[in-house]
């Protein structure tokens, strides 16, 4: 029988005990979960191929919903094969520095993804309440800096994660009630004194995810003063559906990170916060695809398209 030992630093692997509730359901579940994975990746990867393949899909919100898939394709490719193993098998075990891995990428494609929400309310914004200028403000060099600064930004939310949990001692438990790494149960394992740490975590989650989340709020308030002048119902109508697919998403993920992450459910209801986690980790990723392909004209009709080009193949 394997020894736990309470040693500083003599913590080298973790425990994830994953959905503990769904255990009675084990197959149903899992393959559950494989085909919502399955989807996931399908949905995530036709979109970008859909963004490479067609002409018509060649604006910048095309180009904002493309970095959106990919990193939705980085989330769940992170999470959801621990977590099916996990469900598999009753528990995963993992290094140490697996897990801190694990929740590096999540990080990234966490933080990254409320960054792009607000560059793409941003992106509406102009549209609806500055269309002349539209393409002349959200040019291509606008839209690739953008992005890029996204990506390293998001790396270095990322790395000031891993220095700050890398100067902590870990004593154990080496068991997390989680089916991922996330921060909370990492700073559990640890023996140090982490107040410091977590005042340094709240001040970058402010500047990561409470000021994109202004910005948002922001565009949409000109987004409706402007809808509202408009005289028209069809007006009004035509464009609100302009952003109605990038504001469900928005409501989504805000929804679900802020319930987790600002109110204490963790200890009063584990289950409950699993669940949660699930949303935006497991579920998210696979909506966004929907929501940007059933509820949108244009790529609807690239798809048409592509299936016409490659009929026309087929018979020469």
Known sequence: MPQTTTLINNVTSVILLGLTDFRGFRIPFSSLLALIYGATVSGNLLIILLFLLSNSLRAP?????????????????????????????????????????QFSFFVISDSSECLLLSVMSYDRYVAICNPLRYHSIMSYGFCVTSVSVIWVMGFMVMLMYVLSINSLHFCGPHIIDHFYCDFQPIMQLSCSDTTIIYVEILIIGVINGFCPFIVIVMSYVYIVLTILKIPSNTGRHKAFSTCSSHLTVVSMLYGTLLIVYMFPIRENSPTLSKVLSLSYTVVTPLLNPVIYTLRNKDVKEAVRRIKLVSLIGKDF
């Open 61 to 101: 919100m095309y180009f904002f919903i493309t970095q959106l898939s990919i990193f939705d394709l980085l989330l769940t490719s992170d999470i959801v094969p621990v977590l099916l193993h996990s469900v598999l098998y009753g528990g995963s075990t993992m290094t140490l520095i697996g897990c801190i891995v």
